[in-house]
């Protein structure tokens, strides 16, 4: 972390040179050198000293002082054990790094954009207004715009202010939806009493693509949509007209186009994500191809046996289905096309001269990898749809009832 700082401070200060060399000296002999001089070759690149194995790097300081106070017949097995660790942590998250991240379509999203039909604010009103509620809630003494909620016999400090939150996030709960203190505490409240057939105001429910609730009423004549709390407490103020059996058949049909279009916009979005992790997965798996054979070539040329040509290009790929699963089997699946493993890569650069157990761990690692993300990309496409194909779930809506004068 401190490299890094400096790095930065170099950064900021009118660095014009496209090069900078950073180096970092210690004594020979001391610990602190063999440790370093013991470490992988790849723990110099400063690309990861600062990236994604920082962490791990920053644990070399911690066996440098620990090493440091042991005594000279413990040290050797000391650091033997605590390098190998280290470089086994380098190896593994070489691997882990592959991940999706690098390669997910950051463009899907979920739809929506619709307004939430209750506010924090409006949300804070009535919970803490409520005959269930009003009473078990008090002023925070201490954080201004904070409430305590007496929950279960004790006191919970909580806030509706989501910036009120993020200045106090150890002390006090969010109460919000998705909140498991507000889901507990709604859970207790008893349900409305509705009525069969006759009211001012429908609740109509379906349970796709998720518990969902929809308020209806009459206003001259037509049916109208309430979609938001404040439209509700307004619309009970104006008092509607009686529901009909004619304006619940209405009714029925607006709640049920509502919740068709949600649910085959719901299932857009869900097949989207699905085709961006299929393609993701499917780059990481190349990716790991690649890998493989690198470190194939690398065990091969390192081979004392081995006197014949360096095989690079598609065929280096191609020759890993000789290991069967997973290689064969993400050779099949996946396209190849675009990889052209040559000598000059970086990555093969660095594994040459590297130990022959190193490599074979490396490979291992790799393999186990490539099986986790080729099941991945199995269970990925699965979940497909057929081409030009929206299944629905069954609606299940049904008619509550609707609510007394």
């Known amino acids: 972390m401190r490299v890094e700082q ?7 200060i009118g660095q014009v040179h496209r090069r900078v060399t950073v180096r970092n000296y210690f004594y020979q002999g001391t610990v602190e050198a063999t440790v370093y001089q013991r470490l992988d070759e790849r723990i110099t690149s400063f690309e990861n000293v600062v990236g994604q194995l920082q962490p791990i790097h920053g644990k070399v300081a911690q066996v440098i002082e620990a090493t440091a106070m042991t005594g000279k017949e413990q040290r050797e097995a000391l650091i033997a054990r605590e390098v190998e660790a ?3 942590a380098v190896r593994s998250a070489e691997v882990s790094a592959l991940n999706l991240d690098a390669y997910v379509d950051a463009s899907v999203e979920a739809g929506g954009g619709a307004k939430s039909p209750v506010t924090l604010k409006e949300l804070e009103q009535v919970v803490t207004a409520s005959t269930a509620f009003g009473s078990r809630i008090r002023p925070h003494p201490k954080i201004a715009g904070a409430h305590l909620f007496d929950w279960n016999g004790r006191d919970q400090a909580v806030t509706f202010n989501a910036a009120l939150f993020d200045e106090h996030p150890n002390t006090l709960q969010f109460m919000s939806f998705g909140s498991k203190l507000l889901a507990e505490a709604l859970e207790a409240v008893e349900p409305p009493v509705l009525a069969k057939s006759s009211g001012l105001i429908a609740r109509c429910k379906a349970d796709v ?11 001259i004549g037509n049916v109208q949509a309430v979609d938001s709390l404040y439209g509700l407490q307004t619309l009970m103020r104006l008092t509607p007209e009686p529901i009909t059996e004619e304006h619940v058949s209405a009714i029925t049909r607006e709640f049920g186009a509502a919740i068709t279009q949600l649910t085959m916009r719901e299932a857009r979005v869900a097949a989207a994500r699905n085709s961006s992790e299929v393609a993701s997965r499917s780059e990481e798996i190349r990716q790991l191809l690649l890998h493989a054979a690198y470190i194939d070539i690398a065990k091969s040329t390192d081979s004392e046996l081995f006197d014949g040509p360096v095989h690079f290009g598609v065929e280096a790929i191609t020759r890993l289905g000789r290991y069967g699963y997973p290689f064969a089997g993400a050779l099949r699946v ?15 650069q660095r594994l040459l001269g590297s130990a022959p157990g190193a490599l074979t761990q490396r490979f291992e690692a790799v393999k186990l990898k490539l099986g986790a993300s080729l099941k991945e990309l199995m269970q990925a496409k ?3 749809p057929a081409r030009g194909k929206m299944e629905l779930p069954p609606l299940g809506i049904s008619m509550l009832g609707v609510q007394d004068e």
């Not at 400096?6 to 900021?12: L, P, V």
């Not at 693509?209 to 206003?219: D, E, K």
């Not at 675009?338 to 990555?347: I, R, S, Y």
């Open 382 to 384: 699965g979940k497909l």
């Open 209 to 219: 693509p998720w518990p969902l609730a929809g308020f209806f009423a009459v206003r």
């Open 334 to 348: 996946v396209s190849i096309a675009g990889l052209k493993p040559g000598p000059e890569d970086v990555f093969y």
């Open 6 to 12: 400096r790095i930065g401070r170099i950064d900021r």
């Open 86 to 88: 280290i470089n086994a």
